[in-house]
């Protein structure tokens, strides 16, 4: 394992993003790269992560930034010997109302446009492909998507960080951050315990910290952490790890087979998040379960599934996924200070989005993005116009309202 050192780029952050970055950087043909982990890689948000990988979507631009980051995980093994552990089960959205079929509709035809395969499914053909789901007399209709899937968030990092050591990248574990000097109006170097290192280019991914680290250099950024949670049953008769993923927008709830056990997670309606100026570069950010949240998952998972409602918890999964207050990653770098960039704001889907947020990363530095990446750049939210206040609810509200539902018409 490597030590922290003077290097032209030096990545802040071991989770998904922080290692997407690098193995993307790396095979751009950068050169002189370090990645620094506060803790251990894969320790913090992204291994708590279910792993859902989903790639339709209501716009196209989103759907073919998924459909490509799709395509890097199925690829990743073949291209570089790493397996993501990417398991190409499926997936089924469920519309339990004429808004949530709209929803699908649009859905299914901005698949249409950019090619990824999906079909409205009849009852019967449901319980075929989704038997374990017994209760199905409320559904209105039912998308499948056959080319999505989950993979193991671990798996993912390993991978990204296995082939970007093969490029030469460094990287330091435990080597958390502490300053970062700007000197005229750019990054000129950064602190850690084992002293302070010259870099050109300073890569902010720290995750829920991510606003920290940009403090650190001066800079006020609206990256919420908020709290997120499933939970994993104990083995459910007729559960398996092929089963498709599900997806109930209308209930916010998420499902899938975790082996012969049932992985059950959602957004509710009111949730809890940590002012983003109580978070410091070096804070451990504690999540508990929240039994009762927990609970309304259970609730609504057994209205299609009544197994659910009796089998009994064997783990609970919780972080702080960071969340951006127009709900878009913060991504690009920061023209006030010149070698920062920021890598951050998932809105809780940094681990399908890492390969997508990567290829974002490598486009913004090219000097000439396109307008849809040029609209992520932290610059929207520099000067600030903003107050911290507005900025914690709306991120909140962005979790909240997690899948989108079109205006009834
Ligand atoms: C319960 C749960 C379920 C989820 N399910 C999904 C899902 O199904 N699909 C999906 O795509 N996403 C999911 N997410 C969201 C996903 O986990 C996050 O979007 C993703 O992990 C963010 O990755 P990251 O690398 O930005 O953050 P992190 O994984 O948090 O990595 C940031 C890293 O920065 C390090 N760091 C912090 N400060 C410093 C410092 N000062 N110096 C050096 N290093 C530092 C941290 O130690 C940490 O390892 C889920 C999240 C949770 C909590």
């Not at 993923?245 to 012969?260: F, H, M, T």
């Not at 978070?279 to 999540?287: G, N």
């Not at 599934?305 to 878009?328: K, Y």
């Not at 890598?343 to 000097?367: D, I, K, Q, R, Y």
Request: glycine share 10%; hydrophobic share 45%.
């Amino acid at each position: 394992m490597s030590v922290p050192r003077d290097a032209a780029i030096t990545i802040v952050g071991g989770g998904a993003v922080g290692a997407a970055a690098a193995y993307f950087l790396a095979r751009d043909g950068r050169r002189d790269i370090q990645l620094l982990e506060a803790r251990g890689v894969c320790e913090a948000t992204s291994s708590q992560a279910a792993g859902l990988v989903g790639q339709a979507r209501p716009t196209v631009d989103r759907a073919r930034l998924t459909m490509a980051a799709t395509q890097v995980y199925r690829d990743f093994e073949r291209e570089t010997g790493y397996s993501m552990d990417y398991r190409e089960c499926g997936a089924v959205r469920l519309a339990l109302s004429g808004t949530s079929v709209a929803e699908l509709r649009q859905i299914a035809a901005t698949a249409e446009v950019t090619g990824l395969p999906v079909e409205f499914l009849s009852d019967a053909r449901l319980r075929e492909i989704y038997p374990a789901l017994e209760r199905t007399e409320s559904v209105k209709a039912a998308l499948w998507s056959p080319t999505d899937g989950y993979l193991q968030p671990n798996s993912l990092v390993s991978a990204y960080l296995g082939a970007a050591r093969d490029l030469g990248v460094t990287v330091a574990t435990h080597a958390a951050v502490t300053g970062i000097e700007v000197r005229d109006g750019a990054v000129a170097s950064f602190s850690t315990a084992a002293g302070t290192f010259r870099t050109e280019q300073l890569i902010i991914a720290a995750g829920p910290w991510s606003g920290a680290l940009a403090r650190l250099a001066g800079l006020e950024l609206p990256v919420v952490p908020v709290l997120h949670e499933y939970f994993v049953t104990e083995p459910v008769p007729g559960w398996h790890a092929d089963l498709p993923c599900l997806r109930v927008p209308e209930v916010q709830l998420y499902a899938r087979g975790e082996s012969d056990r049932v992985l059950c997670g959602g957004f509710e309606n009111a949730g809890t998040s940590i002012d983003p100026r109580a978070v410091t570069a070096t804070a451990a950010l504690a999540a508990r379960p929240d039994w009762e949240v927990l609970g309304q998952f259970a609730e609504a998972m057994s209205a299609f599934a009544p197994a659910v409602a009796g089998a009994g918890v064997a783990a609970t999964f919780q972080g702080w996924p960071a969340f951006s207050p127009d709900g878009r990653f913060v991504v690009g770098p920061v023209s006030a200070v010149r070698g920062l960039v920021m890598a951050a704001g998932c809105n809780a889907h940094g681990v399908s989005g890492s390969a997508g947020l990567a290829m974002h990363l490598l486009e913004s530095l090219t000097g000439d993005p396109s307008p849809y990446v040029r609209s992520l750049s932290p610059d929207r939210f520099i000067p600030r116009g903003w107050s911290w206040e507005d900025a914690r609810r709306e991120a909140q509200a962005v979790y909240e309202n997690y899948y989108p539902m079109p205006v009834p018409s």
